[in-house]
């Protein structure tokens, strides 16, 4: 079965751009999550759906984020307009529940804002 | 705050020997996770305890978790240069009537062959 799929792998882009974050869930599971990794601050959560539902979203940094599941099988994460520290890995993960389930990761995107 | 602190940040040892990881946590949890993350992928779930369990086994793995201390403890036995990777422990966490995984900075391991 395939995995999280993740896209763009790497981005490369200037400040003030809007940026689009893509991934596909695995199959039959109910919840996906965003985060976002750096070495400062390591792995945070930004926002979780359960059902498509935006279910917390406590994470997401400021209204330059917005992140969307219009469908099972898609969600989007949007930063618009990027700035230089956004520059980070962002990785989206899917489960079955969002309650004590196990997590599986994408390979994430690496975001690089000059 | 991060809810799980892994200790040490960065453990280098030799092929063969064993390597032992530590997380501790602040709150209550339902169960405690274990990820392991090779350079440039993503996250790999490795094992999960229950809080009313005190240990598991998976075959080179095994976890601890003692919640009188709130802490948890990785074992990787015998290791191996492929168990190169950073180790992560996450615990489940209620905030504002949600729930949701809170991930450690993680124990960069380095196994020399």
């Known amino acids: 079965d395939a995995g999280v799929i993740q896209s763009p792998r790497h981005e490369v882009t200037e400040m003030g751009q809007e940026v689009t974050l893509r991934c596909k869930p695995i199959?039959?599971?109910?919840?996906l999550f965003w985060y976002r990794q750096t070495m400062m601050r390591g792995l945070e959560l930004l926002i979780y759906?359960?059902?498509?539902?935006?279910?917390?979203d406590s994470g997401m940094p400021e209204d330059r984020f917005s992140a969307k599941m219009p469908n099972a099988s898609f969600s989007t994460l949007k930063i618009q307009p990027s700035e230089p520290r956004d520059s980070a890995v962002y990785f989206c993960a899917s489960s079955t529940s969002f309650r004590g389930s196990t997590q599986h990761f994408g390979d994430g995107t690496r975001l690089s804002i000059l | 705050s991060q809810q799980g602190e892994e200790d040490p940040q960065a453990l280098s040892i030799q092929e063969g020997e064993n390597a032992t990881m530590n997380c501790s946590y602040k709150?209550?949890?339902?169960?405690l996770q274990w990820y392991r993350q090779n350079s440039g992928r993503g996250l790999v779930h490795l094992i999960l305890?229950?809080?009313?369990?005190r240990e598991k086994h998976s075959g080179r793995l095994r976890v601890t978790l003692d919640t009188s201390k709130k802490s948890s403890s990785l074992l990787i036995t015998a290791s191996r240069a492929a168990d190169t990777a950073s180790y992560f422990c996450a615990t489940d966490r209620r905030e504002g009537g949600s729930e949701k995984l809170v991930f450690g900075k993680g124990t960069k391991l380095t196994v020399n062959p």
């Open positions: 709150t209550s949890i339902n169960n």
């Open positions: 759906f359960n059902n498509n539902v935006p279910i917390d």
């Open positions: 305890i229950r809080s009313n369990e």
């Open positions: 199959s039959g599971h109910n919840s």
